[in-house]
């Protein structure tokens, strides 16, 4: 029989307090520091219990109970599950932390993963699935009904894709850096295929599948291909069949579809791919919304925080830092140095929440959370640090919303000659055209990536290749290619904060019938003793297939020659203080590559091309067609 869950009622009663939260918050906030609360129990391990859900598979789940002197302490506890394709044992750190502080912690396999059965298939099993282990873990005799959620990437899109099954016993989440909305970006990107995912499954997804894990000569040369992965995406498009993944055909298939699907595919829309297709059916729980400034999944979860926070009456809180993918214990991303306490305790964080939320703990410091704190970049004197790295600094800030209502979207303008100026262009017909060569593209340097094995390096990067970013050959910087545009402001008379969504609205062509267009915002910091040519610091970035100029939802056919088209491409949200000297830069070009695969312009079946051709693409910046980046000014406090 199903005990009587006790979680709803908890959520109501914290709803008061989570209301009184918006009425003032200071201009700099505390940093989310919590001091780690002592262990309280032992732990007892059980391994690889065997969880049936309703199609019959067998899912692997690693239980972490509390123990008094060596026992399983009796009684009934609240309990924690993590649902990973990247093995249970990996979990072990947070089962133990959690389990000594009275939680029962549940790290299970994604069905066709390691020890559990069936077949992968990415997130289509996973809504299902984790509302089965979600009910089983509340039939337990040691369960008190009330099942929490932890998880970074993968494992945070798995507790995503249970919320819309909205379980019962569901009680609180704390999804990070989480995979969701996946046709929007994160893997279809304003209609280019972010090949990071290409990335995941010749490293992550192929050689740890059960049948490479079942054949350790399989495994080897599964790694071994995985470590040519450049050679791979320089090699796109896959053929059925004919690829290294041909051995582990589910994951040579999920990677091909999803390369030939475009967002409006229903790929892309179900239940574990996206939260916003899905929020009238998502639970609604208190859930705590965790990215960074340069994490893969930095829009995708403000958008999570900003659909959830409309619809919902349980409390969403938004946390972003700094960081890189999961770089949330860490005050750097890429070659750029924050504060110290831009790194946080994310155990002790999460514990936190889950005291408050399933155990009805209230904190001494806890009046200070307000519903959205936000890491400020760009404080610091952007000299070298002892670490090596530019000093940019940063500090904390609570906020009431997110976007934040008093930042004033601010249209800068392109004008002839690379100028960018809150003036809009004048009469004068003024266009730029140049050649995008898809065999020669520009190349990825930093950037809100997920992973630096090998194909490409995340985070904040001066602008010009070199080793470490894995780049071309030719190591001037990207303002010197003539397939760049540069567009910047003189330096800066005063500091300018810019937070929120960042929207580029270009008017372009192609002698193409297709192509893509790209912008990055970039901070050209000024030289200094330590930085003699300064550093040109990339912000936030993105790029548009034209196929998909009028929407995702359908192709908007090849283009013609002479064609003027409107578009807007939209950045990944920022939080930056572009200080007094520096210059606000806008980059337009066409390629970004490797992060986005290629167009290769001919207009072929995405996914399926077999030549490549050079685009004459142009750039449109006069009275008729005013191309402009619309950054959200905040007014200075």
Same mark, same amino acid.
């Not at 939320?357 to 640090?385: C, F, H, N, Q, T």
């Given at each position: 029989?199903?005990?009587?869950?006790?979680? @709803?009622?908890?959520?109501?009663?914290?709803?008061?307090?989570?209301?009184?939260?918006?009425?003032?918050?200071?201009?700099? &906030?505390?940093?989310?520091?919590?001091?780690?609360?002592?262990?309280?129990?032992?732990?007892?391990?059980?391994?690889?219990?065997?969880?049936?859900?309703?199609?019959?598979?067998?899912?692997?789940?690693?239980?972490?109970?509390?123990?008094?002197? +060596?026992?399983? &302490?009796?009684? @009934?506890?609240?309990?924690?599950?993590?649902?990973?394709? !990247?093995?249970?044992?990996? *979990?072990?750190?947070?089962?133990?932390?959690?389990?000594?502080?009275?939680?029962?912690?549940?790290?299970?396999?994604?069905? +066709?993963? !390691?020890?559990?059965?069936?077949?992968?298939?990415?997130?289509?099993?996973?809504?299902?699935?984790?509302?089965?282990?979600?009910?089983?873990?509340? *039939?337990?005799?040691?369960?008190?009904?009330?099942?929490?959620?932890?998880?970074?990437?993968?494992?945070?899109?798995?507790?995503?894709?249970?919320?819309?099954?909205?379980?019962?016993?569901?009680?609180?989440?704390?999804?990070?850096?989480?995979?969701?909305?996946?046709?929007?970006?994160?893997?279809?990107?304003?209609?280019?295929?972010?090949?990071?995912?290409? $990335?995941?499954?010749?490293?992550?997804?192929?050689?740890?599948?059960? &049948?490479?894990?079942?054949?350790?000569?399989?495994?080897?040369?599964?790694?071994?291909?995985?470590?040519?992965?450049?050679?791979?995406?320089?090699?796109?498009?896959?053929?059925?069949?004919?690829?290294?993944?041909?051995?582990?055909?589910?994951?040579?298939?999920?990677?091909?579809?999803?390369?030939?699907?475009?967002?409006?595919?229903?790929?892309?829309?179900?239940?574990?791919?996206?939260?916003?297709?899905?929020?009238?059916?998502?639970?609604?729980?208190?859930?705590?919304?965790?990215?960074?400034?340069?994490?893969?999944?930095?829009?995708?979860?403000?958008? $999570?925080?900003?659909?959830?926070?409309?619809?919902?009456?349980?409390?969403?809180?938004?946390?972003?830092?700094?960081?890189?993918?999961?770089?949330?214990?860490?005050?750097?991303? +890429?070659?750029?140095?924050?504060?110290?306490?831009?790194?946080?305790?994310?155990?002790?964080?999460?514990?936190?929440? !889950?005291?408050?939320?399933?155990?009805?703990?209230?904190?001494?410091?806890?009046?200070?959370?307000?519903?959205?704190?936000?890491?400020?970049?760009?404080?610091?004197?952007?000299?070298?640090?002892?670490?090596?790295?530019?000093?940019?600094?940063?500090?904390?800030?609570?906020?009431?919303?997110?976007?934040?209502?008093?930042?004033?979207?601010?249209?800068?303008?392109?004008?002839?000659?690379?100028?960018?100026?809150?003036?809009?262009?004048?009469?004068?017909?003024?266009?730029?055209?140049?050649?995008?060569?898809?065999?020669?593209?520009?190349?990825?340097?930093?950037?809100?990536?997920?992973?630096?094995?090998?194909?490409?390096?995340?985070?904040?990067?001066?602008?010009?290749?070199?080793?470490?970013?894995?780049?071309?050959?030719?190591?001037?910087?990207?303002?010197?290619?003539?397939?760049?545009?540069?567009?910047?402001?003189?330096?800066?008379?005063?500091?300018?904060?810019?937070?929120?969504?960042?929207?580029?609205?270009?008017?372009?062509?192609?002698?193409?019938?297709?192509?893509?267009?790209?912008?990055?915002?970039?901070?050209?910091?000024?030289?200094?003793?330590?930085?003699?040519?300064?550093?040109?610091?990339?912000?936030?970035?993105?790029?548009?297939?034209? @196929?998909?100029?009028?929407?995702?939802?359908?192709?908007?056919?090849?283009?013609?020659?002479?064609?003027?088209?409107?578009?807007?491409?939209?950045?990944?949200?920022?939080?930056?203080?572009?200080?007094?000297?520096?210059?606000?830069?806008?980059?337009?070009?066409?390629?970004?590559?490797?992060?986005?695969?290629?167009?290769?312009?001919?207009?072929?079946?995405?996914?399926?091309? @077999?030549?490549?051709?050079?685009?004459?693409?142009?750039? !449109?910046?006069?009275?008729?067609?005013?191309?402009?980046?619309?950054?959200?000014?905040?007014?200075?406090?």
């Amino acid at each position: 029989m199903r005990k009587a869950c006790p979680a @709803r009622q908890m959520r109501l009663s914290g709803l008061v307090f989570w209301g009184l939260l918006g009425i003032v918050f200071p201009a700099v &906030a505390q940093p989310p520091r919590v001091e780690r609360r002592a262990a309280t129990h032992g732990v007892s391990v059980e391994k690889n219990v065997m969880i049936r859900v309703r199609d019959g598979v067998a899912l692997a789940a690693d239980l972490y109970q509390p123990t008094n002197a +060596g026992v399983v &302490a009796p009684g @009934r506890f609240p309990a924690l599950l993590t649902r990973t394709p !990247y093995d249970k044992t990996g *979990a072990e750190h947070e089962g133990r932390y959690y389990a000594e502080r009275g939680y029962v912690v549940v790290a299970n396999d994604v069905r +066709g993963r !390691y020890a559990s059965q069936g077949t992968w298939r990415m997130m289509v099993d996973d809504p299902a699935d984790g509302y089965d282990v979600v009910e089983w873990i509340a *039939a337990q005799p040691w369960s008190d009904g009330r099942v929490g959620t932890f998880g970074t990437s993968y494992p945070g899109g798995t507790q995503h894709a249970l919320a819309e099954m909205n379980p019962p016993h569901l009680t609180t989440l704390v999804p990070v850096d989480a995979l969701s909305n996946c046709g929007v970006s994160g893997m279809r990107h304003g209609g280019a295929f972010e090949l990071r995912f290409m $990335n995941w499954i010749f490293q992550i997804g192929a050689p740890n599948s059960r &049948a490479a894990l079942a054949k350790p000569e399989l495994r080897r040369a599964l790694v071994e291909s995985g470590r040519r992965i450049r050679e791979h995406v320089d090699a796109l498009p896959l053929r059925p069949g004919l690829s290294a993944l041909r051995t582990v055909p589910e994951y040579e298939a999920w990677l091909i579809e999803a390369m030939r699907a475009g967002p409006e595919s229903a790929l892309w829309h179900a239940k574990g791919m996206s939260v916003v297709d899905h929020v009238a059916d998502y639970a609604d729980v208190p859930v705590l919304h965790v990215t960074g400034w340069y994490d893969s999944w930095t829009r995708q979860v403000a958008l $999570n925080y900003e659909s959830l926070s409309r619809a919902k009456k349980s409390p969403q809180r938004l946390l972003i830092g700094p960081w890189v993918h999961g770089g949330q214990g860490s005050n750097h991303a +890429g070659e750029v140095e924050f504060t110290p306490d831009a790194a946080v305790d994310l155990l002790a964080l999460r514990l936190r929440w !889950y005291d408050r939320w399933m155990k009805g703990v209230k904190s001494s410091d806890e009046a200070a959370d307000p519903p959205v704190l936000l890491y400020i970049m760009g404080l610091g004197d952007d000299r070298r640090s002892a670490s090596g790295r530019l000093r940019h600094g940063g500090a904390w800030r609570a906020e009431r919303e997110w976007p934040l209502k008093r930042a004033a979207a601010t249209a800068f303008y392109l004008h002839d000659g690379g100028r960018l100026t809150p003036e809009p262009p004048g009469e004068r017909a003024s266009s730029t055209t140049y050649t995008y060569d898809p065999r020669t593209p520009v190349p990825t340097i930093g950037g809100n990536i997920s992973s630096n094995q090998g194909l490409i390096t995340n985070g904040g990067y001066d602008q010009r290749p070199r080793d470490d970013t894995h780049a071309a050959l030719n190591r001037l910087p990207l303002s010197e290619r003539r397939d760049v545009l540069v567009f910047h402001t003189p330096p800066l008379e005063r500091d300018l904060e810019v937070t929120g969504p960042v929207e580029a609205r270009l008017w372009v062509g192609s002698s193409a019938p297709d192509t893509d267009f790209t912008v990055k915002l970039v901070e050209e910091i000024p030289p200094n003793p330590d930085y003699p040519l300064g550093f040109d610091l990339n912000i936030g970035d993105s790029i548009l297939r034209m @196929r998909y100029r009028e929407g995702f939802d359908h192709e908007a056919g090849l283009l013609k020659p002479g064609d003027v088209a409107p578009i807007t491409i939209t950045l990944y949200p920022t939080a930056n203080v572009f200080k007094k000297g520096s210059r606000i830069r806008v980059d337009v070009s066409s390629s970004n590559y490797p992060r986005f695969d290629r167009n290769p312009n001919t207009g072929e079946p995405m996914g399926s091309f @077999r030549r490549m051709i050079p685009a004459d693409n142009t750039l !449109y910046h006069d009275a008729t067609h005013p191309s402009r980046v619309v950054l959200p000014i905040v007014p200075a406090a």
